[in-house]
């Protein structure tokens, strides 16, 4: 299902919606953007695939090109472009214009039909072919806060997390830099070594003999041991 529908004029702002559609697709999935021309399978009953992808939706992405609002087809109830951004209205669905280029003026409500008057209220994004990178980044740092399933694939990893992978460590220090968040889990194999895990600072402690036992601290509950051969427990000599 996709979750944003790109709204786009042929002649005004189609080659701008071909390049937003591609590059959605390539941060999100083939699978995130639709797009008339390219999403709607041939022999399809196109009017029916166009409403019915606009209420699935989660954005409608209105693509706006210099000549947009002088279109007669705009005040045609039939006009698909329209039909379109009024569905997405209708239901809810949160509606981004898209500038084309520096040439393009921000929207007036008293230059559209009284219907998509409020589409001049709406924030847009202005993206310049030129420079794309800052208009496409904003549109999909938009994305993801309206629609929280979607990830970005492009977007670098976060610095604070940190990942280790250590084999053995012997006779050296094993350090873990920054915060640590979630859980850790350790195998230590042999009969040496100290461990310790929690809060508060860790002191270098010495153990010696086959069964040596130190306690730091509050021990709530009991410590047993049995030991068998040479490495006998005093209190087995009674």
């Known amino acids: 299902m996709p979750d944003v529908f790109v709204n786009y004029r042929n002649g005004d702002g189609d080659k701008t919606a071909t390049f937003i559609e591609r590059e959605l697709s390539h941060r999100f999935g083939d699978e995130a953007a639709f797009r008339a021309f390219k999403s709607i ?4 009953r196109y009017q029916e695939e166009l409403l019915h992808n606009v209420r699935r939706s989660a954005v409608l992405l209105a693509v706006i090109g210099p000549n947009w609002t002088n279109y007669p087809a ?10 379109e951004i009024l569905e997405a209205f209708d239901c809810g669905i949160s509606v981004i214009p898209v500038l084309e280029g ?26 310049d ?11 999909a740092k938009r994305l993801t806060e309206l629609v929280p399933t ?5 977007a670098p990893e976060s610095q604070s997390a940190v ?17 640590i968040t979630g859980d850790i889990g350790n195998v230590i194999k042999g009969d040496y070594g100290q461990f310790h895990l929690g809060k508060g600072n860790m ?22 041991q049995r030991f068998d051969g040479q490495g006998k427990n005093e209190d087995d000599d009674r």
């Open 150 to 154: 979607l990830r970005d694939r492009t």
């Open 203 to 224: 002191y270098n402690q010495h153990f010696s003999g086959p069964g040596a036992t130190f306690i730091d601290g509050v021990n709530n509950g009991g410590i047993h």
């Open 102 to 127: 520096a040439g393009t003026a921000r929207l007036k409500a008293a230059d559209l039909p009284k219907e998509l008057g409020q589409l001049a209220d709406r924030q847009f994004v202005r993206l």
């Open 41 to 44: 399978p041939p022999g399809t």
């Open 74 to 83: 705009l005040h045609d109830e039939n006009d698909w472009v329209r039909r």
């Open 129 to 139: 072919m030129k420079d794309p990178e800052p208009g496409l980044t904003k549109i």
């Open 163 to 179: 990942r280790n992978q250590m084999g053995n460590v012997s006779g050296g220090t094993n350090v873990q830099g920054r915060d």
